[in-house]
């Protein structure tokens, strides 16, 4: 049964499927299960960033914005974190930082501060209406993903989370810290707040003319 109460659709062939048996008579050598799986994997990852963008929409949110609240969540209480460490978490300059801060700023979801151990420094820490903001989105993302999750069984959702780590571990110095046992490894902190990976190079397993960029 799904979380909606409906039963478990059996497993069926469909347009990926199609597609693998067509390149794997085109391509010599090919393997079909790793194609199809790095395949859905990169669809998968669209849908859920189509919708990250439609929750973001409907709660008159950046993207940029949201990553930038993100980090300050993830740094915890007081949530104050300076903007040089910010755009350090991003990737940005300090020039890029400057404008995202001001932005923010004039949407009244973060305030600036002047830093006590630092004179001339400053920290950055959401406002009442920017923690509101993120949580909201948050959680209202985190109900559509549960409900797409529902499709998989609870032991099937632990079994692809376990599978999914341990196939990240092919990019461990991008994606994973060790904590302690084998199995005891996680991604880094702040999911919901972090840049997306660079896209990978296209699969024979589509025509290039096919694929939606993530």
């Known amino acids: ?24 008579r085109e391509v010599p050598g090919l393997d079909p ?3 199809g799986i790095v395949e859905r994997i990169q669809k998968l990852a669209w849908e ?8 973001l929409a409907e709660f008159k949110l950046e993207r940029r914005g949201f990553r930038l609240l993100g980090r300050l969540r993830a740094a915890g209480p007081p949530y104050r974190v300076s903007p040089g460490r910010l755009a350090d978490d991003l990737g940005l300059s300090s020039g890029a ?10 949407a009244g979801l973060v305030r600036r501060l002047p830093d006590p151990d630092d004179r001339r420094g400053t920290l950055i820490e959401p406002t009442e209406a920017g923690h509101a903001a993120w949580d909201r989105a948050v959680g209202t993302q985190a109900r559509r993903e549960a409900l797409i999750a529902g499709q998989l069984s609870p032991d099937d959702r632990r079994e692809l989370h376990r599978l999914l780590r341990r ?12 904590v302690g046992t084998d199995e ?10 972090a840049r997306r990976p660079a896209r990978r190079p296209t699969s024979p397993s589509t025509p290039p003319a096919d694929r939606r960029q993530v």
Do not use: H, K, Y
């Open 97 to 106: 930082m400057t404008n995202r801060l001001d932005r923010l700023e004039v």
């Open 48 to 55: 859920f960033n189509t919708s990250m963008d439609e929750t």
């Open 1 to 24: 049964m799904t979380r909606s109460g409906r039963p478990e659709q059996p497993d069926e062939l469909d347009q990926i499927d199609a597609m693998l048996d067509i390149w794997a």
């Open 184 to 193: 005891g490894t996680g991604a880094v902190p702040g999911r919901r707040g």
């Open 33 to 35: 299960l790793t194609e």
């Open 167 to 178: 196939l990240m571990r092919a990019f461990p110095s991008r994606w994973l810290i060790t």
